[in-house]
Every structure is written in C-alpha cells, then in structure tokens.
C-alpha cells in the first residue's frame, strides 16, 4: 500500500513540474493553479487513506470472527474426544472388574470343592491334605496373578488410568483368593485337629 501511495504522489508531483513548466500563464496563476491541485491531490490521498483504513478495520473484524469460529469447532472436537476417552475408559474398567469378579468367583468355589471332597480323607492323611491345599492355593494365587497381569498388560495398553484401576481391583480379588484359601486351610486343620 505504501509503495502505491508513493507511486501516487509522485506522479501527481511530476505532473504539477511539467505543467509549471509549460504553463503559458503568468506566475500568479501558475501559483493558484498549482495549489488548488495540492490541495485536491491532497484531499484524494486524505481519502484513500481513509479508505485504506476502513479496508483494514473490516479485514481485521472478519479475521477475529474467524478465529473465534475455529476456537469453537476446535473446543467442540476436543470435548467430543474427550468424552469418547472417557466412555472407552470407564467400559474398559467395567469389564476388567467383571473378569476379577469372576475369577475370584471360580477360585473360591475351586478351593470350597476341593475342601469338600478331602473332609473324609482328612484325618487319615492330614499332612498330605495341607500339602495339597497350600500347592491348590498356589496354583490359584498364580493363576489370578497370571490373569491379572494379561489382563492389567491388555488394559494398560488401551488407557493407563483403567489399568490402575483394573490392577487394583485384581489385587483384591487375588488377595481375597488367598484369604479364602487361607480360611479353608485352617478349616481344614481344625477337623483335623477334632478328627483326632
């Protein structure tokens, strides 16, 4: 725009010379004459700079309201992404908490059987009866930590904050299987103890 205006006031300046230059009328005139150009050459620029001035408020103004509209959709993207993260996390953490709930389940019904069938046999062969419900919890506490472990690697790898949570709630359930077992071992030895 400046190299515009330039260009403009050079030209009106290189005009006005040569007219002066030949000019047939005396000095006075050729003074009048020159500054009323001035001072129309002078307004125009006034007025184009006005112009130029109300471009670029108008400009600035549809720039603003652009950006405003670009902050929105990219605010409403980010919310919608946001509760997507969240709804995935919160089934994942649902599932992980059934599995749990259902390998606790099963452990406990395991070592519940299991100290069923060896009642009879308990008094006969007490130190093998315990051997074989330390060796059942064993194999039960590792086969909860083994899933828990699958299970919290599988989770952990979709969303970190479900994994926290889904290794807690394994935690328990591997923690409650030991408790129950320990419960039937003690069970067990105290018919023992009265089987004697």
């Known amino acids: 725009m400046a190299n515009k205006f330039g260009v403009f006031v050079f030209g009106g300046l290189v ?10 009328r005396s000095g006075e005139e050729t003074r009048a004459m020159v500054a009323d150009k001035a ?14 001035g109300a ?9 603003a309201a652009k950006g405003q509209e670009v902050v929105a959709d990219v605010t409403a993207k980010g919310q919608a992404i946001a509760n997507d993260v969240a709804e995935k996390s919160q089934a994942i953490a649902n599932e992980v908490a059934t599995k749990g709930q259902n390998v606790y389940e099963a452990a406990s019904a395991k070592v519940q059987e299991a ?6 046999v308990f008094s006969e062969k007490n130190d093998e009866l315990r ?9 039960i506490a590792a086969q909860v930590a083994k899933n828990a472990e699958e ?3 599988t989770v ?8 926290e949570k889904a290794e807690s709630a394994i935690d328990q359930a591997a923690d409650a299987v030991q408790d129950t077992a320990a419960q039937v071992a003690d069970a ?8 004697q």
């Open 131 to 139: 051997e074989k419900i330390d060796a059942a919890r064993q194999r």
């Open 151 to 153: 299970t919290s690697a």
């Open 156 to 163: 952990a790898a979709e969303i970190p904050v479900a994994a």
């Open 115 to 120: 100290a069923g069938n060896m009642k009879p």
């Open 188 to 195: 067990a030895k105290d018919a023992a103890a009265d089987a």
């Open 15 to 24: 005009g006005a010379i040569a007219a002066l230059l030949c000019a047939p």
């Open 39 to 52: 001072n129309t050459v002078w307004g125009e620029a006034q007025e184009w700079g006005t112009q130029a």
């Open 55 to 63: 471009n670029a408020q108008q400009a600035y103004q549809q720039a």
